[in-house]
């Protein structure tokens, strides 16, 4: 998928030994195209964070695991395209030189040597394209370099939303069209020159890198995608430095060290977090010991007071509690009473049924009660 130019596609022969693997990578890449690397310096970094433990997926054509600069850092990743298979055995160049920028060997030009690669390989359509982001942020991806394509079709806006609401650091060329957003970098191209390749409008750009002329593996690139390169590889440094940082606090700390708009690996890297972000949140120091000590006299002030005031603040309402707690005692005695009188009336020794009366009692009874004039 890179539109950039890829020059002098050998595939590297693999050879034995840390210094001959430098040589030849010299001998690829003349010191004219090496302009990149020198600006950067990633290397000043890298006693700080290397981008060891953070996975960046390249969404693209693809790469080649087997290449020597890439041994041990490439994963066999996903063809999307084809529905099944790896996305690490790819022959195209741009793939592999994309990830050359990335995670390259420190014998020649990657900014972030520690980063693991994710290949996804995809074709043509939006829709791919937002099945590939998916796929890498459920393959651990922290960080995902959309080499290109069409950022503004909101199928991929809404995956590319999905994954940095997931943590992930999008990191898109300027030639995709994406909207600005935290979470997200959009990457423009200089020269060595340090002049903008194209003029890019002031609200489609958050950083700029390298991306004319710049050596990576298999010979000199240019195009936004491998500027944008530069810059997931600075993303993995920052996010193998302080990974507690989430995806939005990792976009501002690259844009706020960034040099005249250019990326910046060892500022990013090693610049203090503001204030309340990442370990700095907290962090909270105080002015002075005159400080803290108040502080500390002033709660057990406050401690004091409330046990001095409790138990009065507390007193009629505890009278009020006991007093409606011998009520409901005394109510539920007397219903128990009169349930025993009512349950066991026939068994009271003091209580006799009424007789039954003849009429002739009755008779006598009313005469006594009213006696006959």
Not at 28 to 49: E, N
Not at 78 to 102: F, I, Y
Not at 209 to 227: C, L, M, Q, R
Not at 230 to 242: D, E, I, K, M
Request: proline share 6%; glycine share 10%; aromatic share 2%.
């Amino acid at each position: 998928m890179g539109r950039g130019r890829h020059r002098a596609a050998l595939r590297p022969t693999a050879v034995r030994g840390r210094l001959v693997v430098g040589l030849r990578a010299a001998e690829r890449h003349p010191a004219a195209a090496a302009w990149g690397q020198t600006l950067l310096a990633p290397a000043k970094a890298w006693p700080v964070a290397n981008g060891a433990g953070v996975k960046v997926a390249i969404i693209g054509s693809g790469v080649d695991g087997a290449t020597p600069e890439l041994a041990g850092r490439v994963t066999a990743g996903a063809d999307v395209g084809a529905g099944a298979g790896r996305a690490d055995n790819a022959c195209d160049g741009s793939g592999t030189a994309l990830a050359g920028l990335v995670a390259g060997n420190d014998d020649t030009f990657g900014v972030a040597p520690g980063a693991r690669i994710i290949p996804i390989k995809v074709g043509a359509g939006s829709q791919q394209l937002a099945t590939a982001i998916d796929v890498a942020v459920a393959a651990g991806a922290r960080v995902i370099l959309v080499t290109a394509g069409d950022a503004a079709d909101a199928a991929v806006r809404a995956a590319t939303s999905e994954a940095i609401s997931r943590d992930v650091v999008v990191v898109l060329p300027v030639s995709t069209g994406g909207t600005q957003a935290d979470g997200l970098l959009r990457a423009g191209a200089i020269g060595e020159d340090r002049r903008v390749a194209e003029e890019y409008p002031a609200d489609r750009v958050d950083v700029l890198a390298p991306g004319v002329e710049v050596a990576s593996i298999g010979g000199a690139v240019t195009g936004p995608e491998f500027a944008a390169a530069s810059v997931a590889g600075t993303v993995a440094l920052v996010r193998s430095a302080h990974p507690e940082l989430h995806a939005a606090d990792v976009t501002r700390q690259v844009r706020s060290t960034a040099t005249d708009g250019v990326v910046n690996p060892v500022a990013a890297v090693t610049t203090a977090l503001p204030s309340g972000v990442g370990v700095n949140a907290a962090d909270v120091k105080p002015t002075s010991s005159l400080g803290t000590l108040s502080q500390v006299l002033l709660w057990i002030a406050v401690a004091l007071a409330v046990c001095l005031l409790l138990p009065f603040v507390l007193q009629r309402p505890a009278r009020r509690l006991a007093g409606l707690a011998k009520r409901a005692w005394a109510k539920r005695q007397a219903q128990r009473a009169r349930a025993r009188m009512l349950d066991d009336g026939d068994n009271d020794p003091f209580w006799e049924p009424p007789s039954t009366a003849s009429s002739e009692d009755r008779d006598e009874i009313t005469e006594v009660i009213h006696p006959a004039r």
